[in-house]
């Protein structure tokens, strides 16, 4: 039985060039409330756990986009999701449109399907232009998309590197964020 | 699939939307254990005039420019259930339109006694309350030099991160809404009227503070989106 909603859901509408105003308050002077959201995903990350992901978001023209925030969702090292801890929020630079996130590497989740999903974080981005956020994820090795059920069943391997970062080394990833292009990244709907 | 109550990620009208949205197809799938989880805010982040902002940046008590206003009203699911513990944030621009950002080009001035931003949690019940000012309506280049109708951004954590919302409030009677490419990106057009505060003469008070009544619906799991109807269509 298809279950009928009483009500639809709220419109989005884009996030504006000023989010930070209301987002990240402290970057545009405004130092009124207890703290801000999304700091860091984890409390203490140690030297030995943290990894540091960085890249840029580039719109249709090639260019980095400077006023995006992404959240970042992810789970612990053991695949678990915990309600205060795992999110980040971050804004690309101004000037250089990089965006920075240190954080740890998610466990393996296990999926609807029952079995063990590769393990990724969701980036969550909003800006001016965007009327809806655009939701992508960031995996870690292609071969595990390439043996991963949900991604077999969606029939697009020729994309799946755009959710794989350029591995710098063990701890250090590089994930650019293409919004058109030959190298378009997969944005998911749920 | 197009969920015809949400906007069109590329609205040409919308010049920016252009170059800002994808030109393939999302890709659906089912929501996993990292949609349907998300980060829970409490009581402990806020302060007691977070949702005042008429006071919480003034540094002297003395109040900004501009109508006072009360925007209040509750969160709920598609269901109709209040939603408590919603993390609301909002932001605008000040009574001249003018927001409180380095990248704000407008010479228009700000006041000191306005910063733009407030927080706020639902109570148990899903009610929300701000209490601030009208923001100005303020040009921005689009199709050459378009106006915004004034309006106020809110932002909302759901108990569930698939629930994560960004939108703007308008406000009754303005008649910039009508042609705005960001309100007309929604195919909707009874869904552009949600997005709509509507005047509340019962929440005015005898300080000359109008009052708006704006609810807001956070989306669930899954959606059926041809059997969706709006209240009162």
Not at chain 1, 119 to 148: C, H, Q
Not at chain 1, 173 to 188: A, N, R
Not at chain 2, 225 to 232: A, L, Q, V
Request: proline share 5%; with cysteine.
């Amino acid at each position: 039985m298809v279950k009928i909603q009483k009500f639809i859901d709220t419109p989005s509408q884009t996030a504006g060039p000023f989010l930070h105003i209301g987002c990240t308050p402290r970057i545009t002077g405004i130092n009124i409330f207890k703290s801000e959201l999304g700091l860091t995903p984890f409390q203490d990350i140690s030297d030995n756990e943290a990894i540091n992901i960085k890249g840029k978001i580039y719109d249709g023209n090639k260019e980095p986009i400077i006023d995006a925030m992404i959240e970042t969702w992810q789970c612990d090292a053991n695949g678990n999701y915990s309600s205060n801890q795992g999110f980040a929020r971050i804004v690309t630079d101004f000037k250089t449109g990089e965006y920075q996130l240190k954080t740890i590497r998610p466990g393996n989740e296990i999926n609807t399907d029952g079995y063990l999903s590769p393990s990724y974080i969701t980036f969550w981005i909003v800006a001016r232009g965007m009327n809806r956020p655009l939701i992508t994820r960031m995996y870690f090795l292609e071969n595990d998309l390439k043996n991963d059920l949900m991604f077999q069943r969606l029939n697009i391997e020729d994309r799946l590197k755009t959710l794989i970062p350029y591995t710098e080394d063990e701890k250090n990833f590089v994930f650019d964020i293409h919004l058109q292009g030959k190298k378009e990244t997969i944005f998911f709907e749920f | 699939m197009i969920k015809k109550h949400q906007p069109l990620r590329k609205f040409p009208d919308y010049k920016s939307s252009i170059s800002r949205s994808p030109n393939k197809e999302p890709l659906w799938i089912n929501s996993s254990s990292s949609e349907m989880s998300g980060p829970l805010f409490n009581e402990k982040i806020i302060n007691k005039n977070d949702n005042n902002l008429t006071l919480n940046f003034s540094k002297t008590g003395e109040k900004p420019l501009g109508q006072e206003i009360f925007v209040h009203g509750f969160v709920k699911d598609e269901n109709g259930n209040n939603l408590k513990n919603v993390l609301i944030e909002i932001w605008q621009a000040n009574a001249g339109g003018k927001y409180r950002h380095q990248n704000d080009p407008s010479n228009i001035k700000l006041d000191e006694n306005f910063g733009g931003c407030g927080r706020f949690i639902t109570s148990s019940d899903g009610y929300y309350i701000f209490k601030t000012i009208e923001p100005g309506a303020y040009p921005y280049p689009n199709r050459g030099i378009e106006w915004r109708p004034r309006h106020i951004h809110f932002s909302l954590f759901g108990s569930m991160f698939l629930q994560r919302l960004i939108t703007q409030m308008y406000f009754e009677g303005d008649p910039l809404i009508k042609s705005c490419p960001m309100v007309n990106s929604i195919p909707d057009i009874n869904a552009r009227k949600l997005l709509v505060g509507k005047l509340d003469l019962s929440k005015t008070d005898e300080e000359r503070i109008l009052g708006y009544r704006f609810d807001i619906i956070l989306r669930g799991r899954q959606q059926t989106y041809f059997e969706n109807k709006i209240e009162g269509s």
